[in-house]
């Protein structure tokens, strides 16, 4: 609007000019006019003045030719012929003051030989035209100037209406009303802010959508668990505790482990343990499908729930029974030493949600310690939690005093020929009818009762007198050990002393720590790396790249070698963020003499970009399969 105003001032401007110049124009002419007339006046007076006239004579005479509207005649001698006639003063009206700003209706004077004469033309009349000529240009000139301010004032009251309706409109998007909008209210000039705002609405209308349909995709992806089709952890809290706020509600809530997905991803690679964990889903869908309202979730890594409403304590013992029957024959499907182990816990309303969680997983526990594929019944009594604790505590104690280990082993494939490369041992545990254990809850339950030091030396000890009583066998292996026994003084004392009195088979041997358990104490971390490399053995960090440590972790801990996490190992041919970051690590590594494994690979794509990014070796169910090993004892292998 500011612009509109400033238009208008200098429209008016002009047209003023145009009126101010119009008006010098008018007045000149008329200027003109009266000089003409002077010029006669003065002709006339001149002739007439040989004559012996007296000066009202000769103004009779000149009065009969022209108006006068002052005349006044001095005599040189006879004062006799005086005459006057008229005012010498003015009437003043504008045009008159007009005129006389021009200097256009000026007393003359003119000098004679008898005397001298002043006089001024009547000019009324060219005054008169005059006057009409200004008044009727400044009528036109102001009528145009209303004509103008007219039009002026309606496009803008209509130019104010459309902007207002546009910024209405616009205001209006962020409430997501998408209405259309009506191009006959933004008219003429405002055309292109019409299409302007439909383009826009469509757009951002198009936007919102695909933004609503992928938040609709976040939710639901939330919700669902991609690789099984279940419901994920955040659905069955949601469930779980709504289920107990009903009143008179009541229903199992049955817990399903996958024990052996650690296993499987060892030795099939991350596809095989997709698959393995959606055929343990698959099952946990079949064998609930016939109870109505029964829901089944994928709660952890390896944990699945069902909730199966109005499911009596009597038809308990026939579902978990359905359960091991049908893991039974997925284990010989699969051609594992298990599947999954079942627990079981029957809910009620006004139940605690977290109190029945842990229920169920105390019953899964037990149900580990029972024999593959068996179910655990959650019995309420006080002691319970107690017992299956206790239980897998012993359970562990009677693994380490009776040395109930097996072993595999997974090669790591060397990239170049100056590279050697070295076997990984895979430890297993069974229990006391030789029936396997689940390794990743052995070595857990090992850490929560504070067993994991023993277990480590049971493995540890255990892999040397194999290795002593095979001399043929000349492989490097590499053995895990906890973060735990890694920063324990009494176990590293231990170790160095146990590898000082066996120097040969020390140099065959390379003890592997995870990053994350370095991390947690970088100074004990540093010793027993140290320490080690005294004592002839060497150390290799795995799963590397998981953690927060910077490379300033490579000087201060100095590894012979470094195992990347299985993560940048997956489709980095096709992701560049993970070549650049694996590129990263060799590079540094290799001015430190640090050599760089990767881990997990399963394709021939990931195995050629992982050589062309440099690694020293490769280690996957693509490149190498675990396998048995020490075949002395083959009672526990063929378990």
Same mark, same amino acid.
């Given at each position: ?121 009547? +000019? =009324?009349?060219?005054? *008169?035209?005059?006057?009409? #000529? ?7 000139? @102001? $009528? &145009? ?112 482990? +996958? =024990?052996?997905?650690? *296993?499987?991803?060892?030795? #099939? ?7 393995? @964990? $959606? &055929? ?360």
């Amino acid at each position: 609007m500011g612009f509109s105003k400033t238009f208008l001032s200098m429209l008016i401007l002009v047209l003023c000019c145009v009126g101010a110049i119009q008006t010098h124009m008018f007045v000149l002419v008329s200027k003109e006019r009266i000089q003409l007339l002077n010029n006669e006046v003065a002709a006339e007076i001149t002739r007439m003045d040989d004559s012996q006239q007296t000066g009202a004579a000769l103004y009779l005479e000149l009065s009969d030719r022209h108006n006068l509207s002052f005349y006044q005649y001095s005599a040189r001698e006879d004062f006799s012929r005086n005459f006057t006639y008229g005012d010498i003063e003015q009437q003043h009206d504008v045009v008159n003051n007009l005129l006389n700003y021009y200097g256009a209706n000026q007393t003359q004077r003119l000098f004679l030989a008898r005397g001298t004469v002043n006089y001024r033309v009547d +000019a =009324s009349s060219i005054s *008169l035209i005059l006057e009409k #000529q200004l008044l009727i240009s400044w009528i036109i000139i @102001l $009528s &145009a100037l209303l004509l103008i301010g007219f039009s002026f004032v309606s496009a803008f009251t209509k130019m104010r209406q459309q902007i207002r309706y546009a910024s209405n409109y616009i205001e209006r998007m962020p409430l997501l009303e998408f209405e259309s909008v009506q191009v006959n209210r933004l008219s003429n000039e405002c055309k292109p802010l019409a299409k302007a705002l439909q383009e826009c609405r469509s757009e951002l209308k198009i936007k919102i959508d695909d933004y609503n349909q992928k938040q609709e995709q976040l939710a639901r992806s939330s919700n669902v668990d991609a690789v099984t089709g279940l419901a994920t952890r955040l659905r069955f809290v949601e469930q779980i505790e709504a289920k107990l706020n009903e009143v008179n509600q009541s229903g199992l809530l049955v817990n399903i482990r +996958a =024990s052996e997905l650690g *296993l499987v991803n060892q030795t #099939q690679g991350m596809r095989g343990g997709d698959n393995y @964990l $959606s &055929a343990v889903a698959k099952v946990l869908s079949q064998v609930i499908k016939s109870y109505p309202r029964a829901e089944a979730f994928r709660i952890g890594n390896a944990d699945f729930a069902a909730i199966i409403p109005n499911c009596s304590k009597e038809d308990v013992e026939k579902l978990c029974k359905r359960f091991k029957a049908s893991y039974d024959d997925l284990q010989v499907t699969l051609s594992l030493p298990t599947t999954a182990y079942t627990g079981a816990v029957s809910y009620s309303s006004g139940m605690n949600a977290l109190e029945l969680m842990s229920m169920g997983d105390t019953a899964v526990n037990l149900a580990q310690t029972l024999g593959p594929n068996h179910y655990s019944i959650y019995a309420f009594d006080q002691v319970s939690n107690v017992i299956s604790d206790h239980q897998w505590q012993n359970v562990v104690r009677q693994v380490i005093s009776s040395k109930r280990v097996v072993f595999l082993q997974q090669t790591i494939h060397p990239c170049r020929k100056e590279v050697k490369g070295y076997k990984e041992l895979l430890a297993r545990f069974v229990n006391e009818s030789n029936e396997p254990l689940p390794t990743a809850t052995v070595i857990a339950m090992a850490e929560r009762y504070g067993l994991a030091v023993q277990l480590d030396k049971m493995i540890i000890v255990e892999v040397l007198k194999r290795l002593i009583k095979d001399p043929s066998n000349t492989h490097t292996y590499g053995i895990n050990v906890s973060a735990t026994s890694s920063h324990n003084k009494d176990f590293l004392a231990w170790l160095k002393d146990l590898c000082s009195r066996n120097k040969a088979l020390a140099s065959r041997l390379i003890f592997e720590v995870s990053e994350a358990g370095m991390q947690t104490n970088l100074n004990a971390s540093q010793v027993f790396v140290s320490e080690l490399h005294k004592a002839g053995a060497r150390v290799c960090v795995e799963r590397f790249g998981l953690g927060f440590s910077s490379f300033k972790f490579f000087r201060e801990i100095r590894p012979d070698f470094i195992k990347l996490a299985g993560e940048y190992s997956h489709s980095i041919d096709t992701n560049s963020d993970n070549a650049f970051f694996v590129r990263m690590v060799v590079d540094i590594a290799r001015r430190m003499s640090i050599r760089v494994f990767a881990t997990s690979v399963e394709r021939q794509q990931e195995k050629l970009q992982l050589e062309k990014l440099l690694v020293d070796g490769q280690q996957g169910y693509y490149i190498a399969k675990p396998e048995p090993i020490f075949t002395a004892n083959k009672e526990l292998q063929n378990s």
